[in-house]
Nanobody, 120 residues
Framework: QVQLVESGGGLVQAGGSLRLSCTAS????????MGWFRQAPGKEREFVAR??????YYSDSVRGRFSISRDNAKNTVFLEMSNLRPEDTAVYYC???????????????WGQGTQVTVSS
């Protein structure tokens, strides 16, 4: 009944920027930790960023280039990506975790994913 839907993926040139969106329906997720994960071909899914009452947190590989934000009125979380690199190519997944700790370890909900491809 709760659904997360990502959008904004696509093909971009290296050095370019892209903004991903994830909108939740079926439940208000303002008190949930929201995050982004990604999975590249042949790789395991990896953590990218999270936002909660603790603030924001990023993986080392994207820190300084990506920015996570949310609009609770729209039940939406964003991932603004800049200075994109070919190694950023992956399917990006939105996730939500109900943990009061403000971390995202075992997400309650997952989106379907959106493809981001960065060309050289």
């Amino acid at each position: 009944q709760v659904q997360l839907v990502e959008s904004g993926g696509g093909l971009v040139q290296a050095g370019g920027s892209l903004r991903l969106s994830c909108t939740a329906s079926g439940r208000t997720l303002s008190n949930y930790t929201m995050g982004w994960f990604r999975q590249a071909p042949g790789k395991e899914r990896e953590f990218v960023a999270r936002i909660s009452w603790r603030g924001t947190y990023y993986s080392d590989s994207v820190r300084g280039r990506f920015s996570i934000s949310r609009d609770n009125a729209k039940n939406t979380v964003f991932l603004e990506m800049s200075n994109l690199r070919p190694e950023d190519t992956a399917v990006y997944y939105c996730a939500a975790d109900q943990s009061p700790l403000g971390v995202i370890r075992t997400p309650t909900y997952w989106g379907q994913g959106t493809q981001v491809t960065v060309s050289s």
